[in-house]
């Protein structure tokens, strides 16, 4: 008797949870592959894009930024980059500013959350963090050909095009993308860094997005002192060395990442135990 009642225990739980997996798959966020493969498509495709466009116009009309020809050409780019970044800052800080309603109802009716409800949370996390990590490389990427540039054209203005993907579009696109993972791991993940029913803000949270912060302040001191003191673009200059400290920040992303790391494997547990008892259960 008391077999059968756990087994229709087991079972009864084993229904509750796919009937939340079929309505997270309705309403819930979007799997972290998917989103993954989104979102780091199109970031690698805008950086692709960018580049071919510099290939076909930045000696015809990049040359001089007083005439008509840039304006159309350059500053029609930039108005793009601009409308992607406001796009993608408002998407990202409005698609997590809440808890996860999935969790909570899971957490009230099982008393935890599901296993692959929670990978799929840890997956996201990682997948804002490489989307990050690519439009890092567009930054460096970007700075080195900036570097590149000046060696040809000597100093110049704010608006080049080198300038316009490195500092209004690939560094801005890496604060948003450090800060949207934060966010992410702030409102969905926040417990595995402060442990159940914990408070505080773990430091991991607020420096990796700082990483992105001082390296796009840098670059106007690095700018200012090139143009007033030192034109050469010599890596040993002291307006790079904050270049190098900025990117210690981003030691943090290891650190917002390698704390879910035991939760995976505890997770592929659970997933694997709970298929075994199931197993047993259904035979």
């Known amino acids: 008797m008391a077999a059968t009642s756990m087994s229709a225990s087991v079972e009864s739980q084993a229904v509750q949870v796919e009937e939340m997996k079929h309505d997270q798959a309705a309403h819930g966020e979007m799997p972290f592959i998917r989103f993954l493969v989104i979102g780091g498509g199109l970031g690698l495709l805008s950086l692709l894009l960018i580049r071919l466009w510099q290939g076909e116009w930045w000696f015809p009309v990049g040359m001089d930024a007083t005439t008509p020809e840039f304006a159309t050409y350059w500053l029609g780019l ?14 990202g800080f409005t698609s997590y500013r809440k808890p996860c309603s999935t969790c909570a109802v899971q957490r009230k009716e099982l008393g935890r959350i599901d296993p692959e409800h929670e990978l799929n949370h840890i997956g996201k996390l990682w997948a804002t963090v490489a989307v990050a990590a690519a439009f890092g490389f567009g930054v460096s990427y970007f700075a080195e050909q900036d570097a590149v540039w000046h060696q040809i054209v000597v100093r110049d203005t704010a608006f080049t095009p ?46 990796f ?28 200059q002291p307006y790079h060395w904050p270049f190098a400290w900025a990117t210690y920040f981003f030691f943090a992303g290891f650190a917002l990442l390698f704390k879910t790391v035991p939760r995976i494997f505890e997770n592929l547990g659970e997933i ?4 075994s008892t199931e197993a047993k259960a259904s035979s």
């Not at 930039?78 to 998407?91: Q, S, T």
């Not at 300038?163 to 966010?183: Q, R």
């Not at 840098?218 to 050469?232: D, Q, R």
């Not at 694997?272 to 298929?275: I, M, S």
Request: glycine residues 8%; negative net charge; aromatic residues 20%.
């Open 78 to 91: 930039l108005y793009v980059e601009w409308i992607v970044l406001i796009a993608a800052a408002i998407i």
């Open 162 to 207: 080198s300038h316009i993907p490195l500092f209004f579009y690939t560094f801005p696109m890496l604060i948003i993308m450090t800060g949207v993972s934060s966010w992410y791991a702030y409102n969905r993940l926040h417990y595995l860094y402060v442990g159940e029913g914990g408070k505080g803000i773990p430091i991991c949270y607020l420096l």
């Open 209 to 236: 997005p700082a990483g992105g912060w001082f390296l796009f302040a840098n670059v106007a001191f690095n700018e200012l002192g090139h143009s007033s003191w030192i034109t050469e673009e010599l890596f040993v």
């Open 272 to 275: 694997a135990q709970q298929a």
